[in-house]
């Protein structure tokens, strides 16, 4: 049986690797984007750019192979809990410093009361993807060693216990807490819980909510949030991530005509630690959960295929790596449960910060501001203000196209991450190196793994829709979806409410929604599921809904698919007639273009879709068809 390809890259002394068709092995890391490394079998040894080296071939089965993806919305949150329970147990050796100390394994596998062996699997699994679900077996979804075999009543006993005994102003200690649970067990004929197993649910539940029920909010604030103007916990690379977005101050012009269109929005992130700028993404929209997805997933992989595509080879942008805390505001793009189910999937902790309480530092914001004085050099910027634009013709001198501003960007923030930065006393390239690689006073945490998995990355931090699979297929916004791979779920019931359909979730970008996608339990794999008609064009949603709206003036039905996207034909043609004329309709002219390269970046960066091996992704289930499945496969 194939092997799913593995889901990172880890860059570290002794790693197995692959350049120009030969095996190599690391000796040691050169810099932030070099490796020294000796050819399997020779002495020969090279300095190779950790850009163009690639996972080892895989041959045989191997105890690091990638576990089985699921859908994270399949997982129950005691489950998550438990896996949560497990990472914590095995942090200490998922640090490379301790992979070798048999005895704290040992000492992990008492407290989980589970063998060695076991502890290592977890560690395979976890360094594998580096993902909390891997941490998730169906041996551990059972019951058995580390996880307990109460029955629900008691656990629901337990859960209220907590929250209405425990978790009060009164502050009851936890043996009282104990009392209380197990008096109610008895009341009710139940099997008594043991104290250690209440003990571990309430160091389950031990946080900030806790404190803030039990001693009020300056307690909570005082113990878990960070003094204004600093931000704890910051002491490495990605340990504290910030992301923010900003409409840039310099007016753009379209790559038609060159006439000016609008200002442009931008979301970066950057690392506190450090003040590397790990991410960014440019949009002619405002600010949604698509651009802050798509902000994430730019900082976690490496950069080099996207600097190609942009045709720019003379400048590095080395950083790339999962954040431990990413911290935003409150605002409404960043409260969805995309972006929350994403960011514990990938074991990172979503920081939101209240309303009117910016008790962190801003260094996204400075960061921001920086970028926006350097743009004020710019043909076509706007200024703060009358009195500093005066008579200066914006719009008039605007020249910069979203292609060459991109490209402007890049070498704008290559130039900052080596200038000297106040805030660390040197430069932000030189204090992620020595975060990375280390000090003669400090050693480093070592370079991050680098992700394999690019589209299950990409599509995880999409917005998704839940929908049940009829026989058209799927319908959302009016729109229809199918294909075979469907057909196994079609009418599905509701586990629990057989009366009931079914929903399933299905992941959409919102520039192209012409591909849903959608994440097969039986195959354990995205799929691409297109428009049921393909003969439709690719449109975003928001000329969707602009068609929607006229329709609905002229009195069409929404259903009637054919007609709203003529309308949306009809008004394309009328915007490139009249774009040399309009601003708005050169506006609309260059999003469908930023959309279609979006997509044709989409086929590049991505994994190919290609057809399914029968042996790899076919279940026993009637109406299957594996000849006509075409899934997402990683390169």
């Known amino acids: 049986m194939k092997m799913q390809e593995p889901q990172f890259l880890h860059i570290r002394e002794g790693a197995t690797i692959s350049h120009d068709g030969k095996e190599y092995v690391i000796l040691s890391v050169a810099d932030l984007n ?25 041959v045989g089965d191997s105890p690091e192979r990638a576990p089985v993806r699921r859908e994270l919305v399949s997982i129950p949150t005691e489950t998550w809990e438990l896996a949560e329970e497990k990472l914590r147990l095995i942090s200490p050796l998922v640090n490379n410093h301790y992979r070798h100390s048999g005895a704290l394994a040992n000492e992990i596998a008492a407290e989980a009361g589970v063998s060695r062996a076991t502890i290592y699997r977890w560690v395979a699994a976890y360094r594998s993807s580096g993902q909390l679900s891997s941490l998730i ?20 006993i337990i859960e209220d216990a907590i929250k209405n005994f425990h978790n009060t102003d009164q502050c ?24 250690s197993t209440i003990r571990k649910r309430l160091e389950w539940t031990d946080g900030r909510e806790r404190l803030l029920r039990r001693k009020g909010e300056a307690a909570a604030y005082q113990r878990y949030d960070p003094i204004k103007g600093s931000v704890p916990d910051s002491e490495w690379p990605l340990s504290v991530v910030q992301m923010d977005h900003t409409e840039l101050p310099v007016i753009i ?24 700028c790990l991410g960014m993404h440019l949009s002619l929209d405002a600010p949604s959960a698509m651009s802050a997805g798509m902000c994430v997933s730019h900082a976690i992989l490496p950069k080099e295929r996207w600097l190609s595509r942009l045709g720019i080879t003379t400048v590095d942008w080395p950083a790339w790596g999962t954040m431990g805390i990413l911290h935003m505001d409150n605002a409404r793009e960043f409260r969805g449960n995309m972006l929350r189910l994403a960011c514990k999937e990938y074991d990172i902790d ?29 043909k076509g910027a706007t200024f703060s203000g009358p009195s500093e634009k005066g008579e200066y013709d914006a719009e008039g001198n605007a020249c910069m196209t979203f292609s ?27 204090k992620w190196r020595e975060g990375l690689l280390g000090t003669k006073e400090k050693p480093g945490r070592g370079l991050p793994a680098r992700r394999l998995d690019e589209e299950t990355l990409r599509i995880n931090f999409m917005p998704f829709f839940e929908r049940s699979v009829q026989n058209y297929g799927v319908l959302l916004d009016h729109v229809h979806y199918y294909h075979d791979v469907l057909r196994p779920w079609i009418n599905t019931p509701h586990p629990d409410f057989k009366k009931h359909k079914r929903n399933f979730r299905f992941h959409r970008d919102p520039r192209d929604i012409s591909i849903l996608y959608f994440f097969d339990e039986h195959a354990k794999r995205y799929f691409a599921i297109p428009y049921r008609n393909t003969g439709l064009p690719s449109v975003s949603i928001w000329e969707l809904r602009d068609a929607h709206r006229r329709a609905s003036e002229r009195r069409i039905s929404l259903d009637d698919e054919r007609a709203i996207f003529s309308i949306i034909n009809e ?40 057809s399914v091996e029968p042996s790899i992704t076919t279940p026993d289930i009637p109406g299957y068809d594996p000849d006509s499945v075409f899934l997402l496969e990683d390169e």
């Open 253 to 276: 012009v379209d790559d038609v005509y060159r006439k000016s269109i609008r200002r442009v929005w931008i979301t970066l992130a950057i690392d506190v630690f450090s003040r590397v």
């Open 172 to 195: 009851q200690s936890i043996a009282e807490t104990i009392t209380d649970i197990r008096r109610r067990c008895s009341n009710a004929n139940l099997k008594l819980p043991g104290a």
């Open 137 to 156: 077996s169906n041996t551990f979804e059972r019951g058995g060693k580390g996880k307990g075999r109460i029955s629900s009543d008691v656990e629901a």
């Open 404 to 430: 060459e501003l991109e490209r402007w960007l890049v070498l704008f923030f290559a130039k900052y991450h080596k200038a000297p930065h106040n805030g660390i006393a040197t430069s932000p390239l030189s």
């Open 571 to 610: 008004q394309r043609k009328i915007e490139e007639e009249a774009a040399e004329k309009t601003k708005v309709a050169r506006r609309e002219q260059q999003r469908r273009i930023q959309n279609a390269k979006a997509k044709v970046d989409r086929k590049e960066d991505l994994p190919k879709i290609s």
């Open 350 to 378: 979503l920081h939101l910060r209240p309303v009117k309480k910016p008790r962190y530092g801003a260094h996204i914001e400075r960061l921001m501001g920086t970028v926006s004085q350097g743009l004020k050099t710019l």
């Open 34 to 58: 070099l490796v020294l490394a000796k050819e399997v079998g020779t002495n020969t040894k090279a300095l190779i750019k950790i850009g163009d080296i690639s996972p080892p071939t895989i």
